[in-house]
């Protein structure tokens, strides 16, 4: 069985761009939730202005196919010209999991 792809990606806006990257964030959204091998994703901001993502997939073909699909390339592509100052991603693969629900 293949281990679960992890992408953590921390960004910071321009100044004046919400408007334009929560358009943009909505569509890249759906369009990964659609995509063959999706588990979830949760995005939080700091008050610091720091926005952290978590987006994971089942395996890493899934994960590469959601890096290279051409609506994802433009965005990335806008944006580093129009819509962050910074960002940095680090991608892993998951070599164990556990977790807890209390059940109510």
Known sequence: MASEVITVFRSRLRPGVDEDYGTLAAKMTALAQGMPGFVDAKTFTHADGERVTVVT????????????????????????????????????????????????
């Not at 390339?73 to 556990?98: D, T």
């Open 57 to 104: 997939f089942e395996d890493i073909e899934s994960h590469n196919a959601w890096k290279e699909h051409p609506a994802h390339r433009q965005a990335q592509k806008i944006g580093r010209e129009r819509l962050y100052s910074e960002y940095s991603i680090q991608v892993g693969i998951s070599n164990h999991s556990h977790s807890f629900k209390l059940d109510e």
